[in-house]
T-cell receptor, first 115, second 116 residues
């Protein structure tokens, strides 16, 4: 169990550029989540996958955001035409399905800075 | 509506002392879970402790305990015998299973500084 891995750790991009982040969950976890955390705030839910199916999306996930999880393994989060307001920490988490408690295991996040 | 409220932006505690971090929550559901996470400067969210709404006993995990007062809708985290490595951001979070069981609601966090 190597934990949840996120790449890159840091990304600086110019406004208007597209960026893509990757998340590799714990191998036996079938649920994968994306959260966004801005400075001074707690994480906010963006979307989640059960296996390869994207089952829920937050209204925070605008049309410029797209997430995929092909084959139910790793996931990518793409932001098109980045804006300065997209600057944040993007956190990925995974969990196992089932039970009243399935705590998340978070990755270390990708910090995005849009200049 | 704000589901999780953490009213202490920053807290200081002397090494080896105990500290309580406050958390209140808002839900109309009967079935929910309350969590505390630690976020050091590295950015990773580290799970600390969990309390289910039907659990009658307060949860404990090593030096962490959760003071759960259901009627007051509070779930305060108590850290005993503080260590320098406890300096970090602490987030309270909730899942209310019937309605939004697939996402957590987080508070704005409390920054804890342990003083040697």
């Amino acid at each position: 169990d190597t934990g949840v891995s996120q790449n890159p750790r840091h990304k600086i991009t110019k406004r208007g550029q597209n960026v893509t982040f990757r998340c590799d969950p714990i191998s036996e976890h079938n649920r994968l989540y994306w959260y966004r955390q801005t400075l001074g705030q707690g994480p906010e839910f963006l979307t989640y996958f059960q296996n390869e199916a994207q089952l829920e999306k937050s209204r925070l996930l605008s049309d410029r955001f797209s997430a995929e999880r092909p084959k139910g393994s790793f996931s990518t989060l793409e932001i098109q035409r980045t804006e300065q307001g997209d600057s944040a920490m993007y956190l990925c988490a995974s969990s196992q399905l089932g039970g009243p408690f399935y705590g998340y295991t978070f990755g270390s996040g990708t910090r995005l800075t849009v200049v | 509506a704000q589901k999780i409220t953490q009213t202490q932006p920053g807290m200081f505690v002397q090494e080896k002392e105990a500290v309580t971090l406050d958390c209140t929550y808002d839900t109309s559901d009967q079935s929910y879970g309350l969590f505390w996470y630690k976020q050091p400067s590295s950015g990773e969210m580290i799970f600390l402790i969990y309390q289910g709404s039907y659990d009658e006993q307060n949860a404990t995990e090593g030096r962490y305990s959760l003071n759960f007062q259901k009627a007051r809708k509070s779930a305060n985290l108590v850290i005993s015998a503080s260590q320098l490595g406890d300096s970090a951001m602490y987030f309270c979070a909730m899942r209310d299973f019937p309605n939004t069981g697939n996402q957590f609601y987080f508070g704005t966090g409390t920054s804890l500084t342990v003083i040697p």
